[in-house]
């Protein structure tokens, strides 16, 4: 089989003081931090469209980077994409993967060879999995968006039948899904906004829905992990879905990244990641790659506060600017995301061996441990025992104390500065 990037080695460890840019500077895979190694902690995933697919095209102009593989014909292009995502995969150490149905096989004319076409892909991914079990799927999904079917949605579509064609083809990513042995399934609304076909009855282990408030459309029903989760509990399915939370949408709907972590996490619905970062500026979903430390060091304090991954994982959402065209260009992306992440781990574990912010947080809410807050949390308090309280008690100002902000931010950077 030919090698797709000859000049580029597998991608080792080399520490901090590495200048090689082909080398993890944080990434160390089997080192345990925090009780596990580095790649149980992290669970990186590649994402087929992004990083197999995406050649750069946008609205602007046409694609910078040759993603054809060498392949003309769709069917051969579709097993040369299973090669070199294997060999990119195998040459950084990252064991899974996540897709949508057409990412990996195309449409053709109707949809029963669309599906037998996607049939001999997966056949052919199945058969690259057994001789490497290493490589696993983290999780896949259906695209249905991009297709002019979808003009109008495909969940939401005004058109019956473009409804029941969705159905179709969700069923169909489901079972691929559960044929390459996923972790999970992931619904994306988008413009096509299938939550309406959430129902699939079929056994995964975790089913996701990913928040996103817009773009292409200017609202989505999906629009933050708060308002998935009122949608889920008025349908009874809060049990059965968790969140698949993706950095740039939470920054499109204005809030952080950790605060959408911490509402899943304190919910009971934190799954799994979409590992990437927007451009502040824009506004826009630029799926970059994640370089931000403070970001991915209070993401991880999140999901090590959630007791690790489950059956979710970081997936990297993310692609190289147009402008970093060349395939050594997808490596120094990864390495990019992966040491940052591994950099926030290592921050995030440090955050919490030293105790000085979740200390900080307990004493500041220490009055709800007892005496009224202790009667309040309980619900033993009605409102007249707290007017009662509250008429004995006087002025109650000087049960506050300072909130610390920027003595909190300066012991952060302490923390992390001090690795
Ligand atoms: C698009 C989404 C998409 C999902 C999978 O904005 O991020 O890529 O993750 O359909
Ligand atoms: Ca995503
Ligand atoms: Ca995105």
Request: with cysteine; charged share 25%; glycine share 10%.
């Amino acid at each position: 089989m030919a090698e797709f990037f000859s000049s580029i080695p597998v991608i080792k460890y080399e520490g901090a003081g590495s200048t090689n840019p082909l080398a993890f500077k944080y990434y160390n895979a089997d080192e345990v931090v925090a009780g596990k190694p580095m790649k149980e902690q992290l669970k990186f995933a590649l994402s087929w469209w992004h990083t197999m697919g995406g050649d750069g095209t946008d609205m602007f102009g046409v694609g910078t980077a040759d993603k054809t593989w060498g392949e003309s014909s769709p069917e051969a292009r579709a097993k040369a994409k299973v090669d070199a995502a294997f060999e990119i995969m195998t040459k950084l150490g990252i064991e899974y993967f996540c897709f949508h149905d057409r990412d990996l096989s195309p449409e053709y004319g109707s949809l029963a060879e669309t599906n037998a076409k996607l049939d001999e892909v997966t056949d052919y991914i199945a058969e690259k999995m057994k001789a490497d079990p290493t490589k696993k799927l983290l999780w896949g999904t259906a695209k249905c968006f991009d297709h002019p079917r979808f003009m109008h949605g495909a969940g939401t579509s005004p058109s019956a039948d473009v409804f029941a064609f969705t159905a179709a083809q969700i069923k169909k990513a489901v079972e691929a899904t559960v044929k390459l042995g996923g972790k999970g399934y992931v619904f994306w609304g988008g413009r096509e906004g299938y939550e309406t076909l959430l129902n699939t009855n079929m056994a995964l282990e975790l089913d996701n829905i990913e928040p996103k408030p817009k773009e292409p459309t200017k609202h989505q029903y999906d629009f933050d992990t708060a308002t998935v989760l009122g949608f889920l509990r008025k349908y009874g399915l809060d049990k059965d879905f968790k969140m698949n939370i993706e950095a740039n949408h939470a920054t499109l709907a204005m809030h952080t990244f950790q605060h959408e972590l911490r509402v899943a996490r304190d919910n009971g619905v934190f799954g799994s990641i979409d590992a990437n970062q927007g451009d502040m500026l824009l506004g826009w979903d630029t799926d970059q790659f994640p370089t931000n430390v403070y970001d991915t060091a209070l993401c991880m304090y999140e999901v090590l506060k959630a007791g690790g991954f489950v059956n979710g994982g970081l997936n990297f959402d993310a692609k190289a600017r147009r402008g970093s065209f060349t395939p050594e260009d997808i490596f120094h992306s990864y390495i990019a995301g992966m040491d940052a992440f591994a950099l926030g781990l290592r921050i995030a574990d440090k955050m919490i061996s030293d105790g000085r912010l979740d200390k900080f947080v307990e004493d500041r809410y220490a009055s709800w441990n007892t005496g009224i807050g202790a009667d309040i949390i309980a619900g033993k308090a009605t409102m007249a025992d707290l007017e009662k309280y509250a008429l004995e008690k006087g002025e109650v100002l000087d049960s506050l104390s300072s909130g610390r902000q920027e003595m909190l931010e300066s012991i952060l950077n302490n923390i992390m500065f001090s690795l």
